[in-house]
C-alpha cells in the first residue's frame, strides 16, 4: 500500500508511464524456449519485471494490470514457454 501510495504522490509517475508506453509488452519469440532462457530474454528487455511463472490453463489470480509484472505459462512437463508472456 505505501509503495502504490508513493508512486501516486510521485511527480515522475508522467515521465515513467510515457518512457513505458514504448517498451516492449509481449515476447511471443520466446515460446517454446526453457523457461530460464525466456526469463533472460525478457529480462533484458524489461529490467525492473517481475516475472511470475505458472502453469499452462491456471487461471490468473488477480485481473489487476501492472506495468512490472510479466506472467510467463508453462508447460510443467517440459519446463518450456507454452503461450505468449505479457505485461500485466
Do not use: C, N, Y
Request: overall charge neutral.
Amino acid at each position: 500500500m505505501a509503495f502504490i501510495a508513493a508512486v501516486g504522490a510521485s511527480s515522475g509517475i508522467t515521465a515513467r508511464a510515457t518512457m513505458s508506453s514504448s517498451a516492449k509488452t509481449s515476447w511471443p519469440e520466446v515460446v517454446g524456449l526453457h523457461v530460464e532462457e525466456a526469463k533472460k530474454i525478457i529480462l533484458q528487455d524489461k529490467p525492473d519485471a517481475e516475472i511470475v511463472v505458472l502453469p499452462v490453463g491456471t487461471p490468473t489470480p488477480t485481473k489487476e494490470f501492472f506495468e512490472w509484472r510479466v506472467r510467463i505459462f508453462i508447460d510443467t512437463v517440459a519446463q518450456t514457454v507454452a503461450q505468449t508472456p505479457r505485461v500485466g
